[in-house]
């Protein structure tokens, strides 16, 4: 477990820090620790990434809900944590063994009509 420091997209102040294997989707406030002991919670356990906003100022911290920024962005360089990367190696694993299946699915033979009557009809008069 590493405590990871994040970061504003907006104005790239370092806002708090983070177990990073803590951080996944969807993001929720309890996924964020205060950056220093002594600093007051950066935001509210229950705030979902649609109502996370920046202890300075009003706007969202993260502009994409995927990606954190986990350190401090230089020209060119914006340090981030994607964190759809994991989803889809554990997506690709689950569905390996499906497509090695053939693609008929077992038919099941269907129920017979059994309460279905007929009344029996003369065609012609
Ligand atoms: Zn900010």
Redesign the pocket.
């Known amino acids: 477990m590493s405590l990871i420091p994040i970061y504003?997209d907006?104005?790239c102040?370092h806002?708090a820090n983070a177990e990073q294997d803590g951080l996944r989707l969807p993001l929720m406030g309890a996924m964020f620790q205060p950056r220093e002991a002594g600093f007051p919670h950066p935001i509210p356990d229950e705030a979902t990434w649609e109502f996370m906003r920046?202890p300075?100022?009003p706007?969202r911290?993260f502009i994409e809900e995927h990606l954190i920024q986990v350190g401090p962005a230089t020209p060119g360089n914006r340090p981030v944590l994607d964190l759809t990367a994991d989803e889809v190696e554990l997506e690709t694993d689950e569905e390996q063994p499906e497509s090695n299946e053939p693609d008929m699915e077992p038919r099941q033979p269907q129920a017979q009509h059994t309460g279905e009557r007929r009344p029996k009809r003369r065609g012609r008069n």
């Open positions: 504003c907006i104005c102040e806002i920046c300075f100022g706007h911290p």
